[in-house]
């Protein structure tokens, strides 16, 4: 990845008829704008573009203020369209429409200066950052909402473009999937700006859910709606059985299902998205069972081990079975076995049989 300091990143140009198609309400306006649009009823910027100036300048709270607002965003569209709009750093495009209020408040809950290369959607508790500023807890869940609603508007989106490519170019590289870790790269990069590049990655994928999304610990480039349904079909398929059910079912299911479509080679990105389901338990061979199905392996596991057995042995042969990022220390097994009602102890200390 290069890193020439300085560089310009162009925003693509978007044709005016596109630009005129954009719901005025997603364009980008400021809110007297879109409030006064929808008093009169305009659907789309064509529409506002096509109504004379003295028409706005009519309506009671729209004054020239409002009205120099509304210049401003058509002589920025057309410069859009013209392809002469480009930015060195991805802070530009942020600094220039989200209020600076608005844009520290995202830099706290999504941990866009964090030193760790993670992404969290609670870097910081609203909590925190209402003590901080000196507001209620739902003040701040407001102005995240606000924020979220900015970087989601055409005109930043559109702004944005070259830097969201750069970062979604990381988990495409990857078949469409990625961890936190892969935007090692990208640390330090001038475009960043000094951001997080998995925080402001996350930060986005929650803007343009309908783009890409981030499941569990992974950022996949698929609406997250097709994500979720896939996870939620899939649970409910593996909770029909107390065994694992085999790779070759779980890889089918996948194909049928639309998410497919977004996933390139599947037999090795959708392992990955497994691991970081939950409700999922993969084994080595890669088998997959339903977490509320534990239960049934560790009388498996039990049962192997002639009917009773120790739990830090149960814990070995379990952590013998499953994925790295599935084991569980001797402790977790032994809580499990404990809470679960078809477990008994035997004459023997920490040993553990099945009713």
Known sequence: MSKLSGARYNVPAVPRAEIDRWPIREAGLPA????????????????????????LLGERRFGRRSLDATMRFFETCAELEAGKIGFRTIREPMDRVLAPEVWQVLVLRYGLERP?????????????????DDVTRERVRQVVEIGLAGLGQRLLTAFLEPFEKMLMDIPRAQGGIAEADAYADLVGHPAMAGLNPAAVALL??????????????????????????????????L????????????????????????LARLESTL??????????????????????????????????????????????????????????????????LIASRRFRTTDLPGCYGTR
């Open 204 to 237: 986005l994928c929650d803007a343009h859910p309908q783009s890409w999304t981030y499941f569990g610990r992974a950022f996949i480039l698929a609406p997250d709606e097709t994500v979720k349904d896939f996870a939620h079909g899939l649970v409910r398929r």
């Open 239 to 262: 909770r029909r059985r107390q065994q694992p059910t085999p790779w070759a079912e779980v890889l089918a299911f996948a194909r049928r299902h639309r998410l497919a479509g977004h």
């Open 271 to 336: 392992p990955l998205l497994l691991s970081h389901l939950d409700g999922v338990i993969m084994m080595k061979d890669r088998s997959c069972l339903a977490s509320e199905r534990l239960g049934d392996l560790l009388d498996t596991l039990i049962r192997e081990l002639g009917g009773r057995a120790h739990y830090t042995d149960i814990a070995d042969r379990f952590n013998e079975r499953v994925q790295p990022q599935e084991q569980r220390s001797a402790s977790s097994i032994l809580r499990l």
């Open 32 to 55: 007297r704008v879109v409030n006064t649009a929808t008093r009169l009823k305009l659907q789309t910027v064509a529409d506002l573009r096509n109504l004379p100036p003295e028409r």
């Open 116 to 132: 760790d290369l993670d992404a969290s959607r609670q870097y910081f508790t609203l909590q925190a950052i209402a003590n901080r």
